[in-house]
């Protein structure tokens, strides 16, 4: 084992690491992550073939650096997600992280590993906190509220655009009606 390869009882976390797809055309395949790094996207002959028409030709990377696994867009058209959120840089995976590639969702896994591994200090790659799942749903919940409140302005527009016009309608329809009073 390498200086900065991470073990878990003495066998290498790189060696123990898989994709899992758990949504999508190939939902159920799993693809163990045997080399430095594995390139995903739709293009033949690479690492990953993901049929996804959503995902690019080299859609993104999963590489191990600094005894950790990181993923990175490859610039592609749609974007890659960790757990829901698109990413910018290059992340550090967890295990149990989603990578969501079009309408492809893979999870990372370690065999034997259900918490996080330690992500050492100093390390250029940058991290993320994961967002509780109650945040996350409350961020949700405030995203819903935003548009209904949208929703509803507009049909109040709407709804008084109509009465308006309904009003000038009858107006002109009969307008001795409204002089002669």
């Known amino acids: 084992m390498y200086e900065d390869e991470r073990t878990l009882m003495g ?7 898989m ?4 949504q999508g055309t190939q939902a159920g395949m799993s693809f163990p992550l045997t080399g430095t ?12 073939v993901l ?11 999963v590489a191990w650096q600094g005894g ?5 867009d ?7 997600f960790v757990n829901g959120i698109q990413i910018t840089a290059p992340q550090v995976l967890n295990p149990g992280d989603s990578i969501g590639i079009g309408q492809t ?6 065999a034997g590993v259900t918490a996080a591994p330690q992500v050492p200090l100093g390390n250029p790659v940058t991290t993320r906190q994961p967002t509780p799942y109650s945040n996350a749903a409350a961020q949700g919940q405030d995203n819903n509220m ?26 002109m329809a009969y307008p001795d009606f409204f002089m002669g009073s």
Do not use: W
Request: aromatic residues 8%; contains cysteine; hydrophobic residues 45%.
């Open 11 to 17: 066998q290498s976390l790189k060696a123990k690491a």
């Open 19 to 22: 994709l899992v797809v758990r």
């Open 37 to 48: 790094q594995t390139i995903m996207g739709r293009e033949e002959g690479i690492d990953i």
């Open 51 to 61: 049929q996804d028409p959503e995902s690019s030709r080299q859609h993104a990377r």
């Open 68 to 72: 950790q696994f990181i993923v990175e």
């Open 74 to 80: 490859l610039g592609s058209t749609n974007g890659t």
């Open 105 to 110: 969702a893979l999870v990372f896994q370690i």
């Open 146 to 171: 935003v548009q209904y409140i949208l929703y509803s302005l507009g049909c109040l527009f709407v709804f008084g655009i109509c009465t308006l016009l309904s009003i000038i309608s009858v107006v």
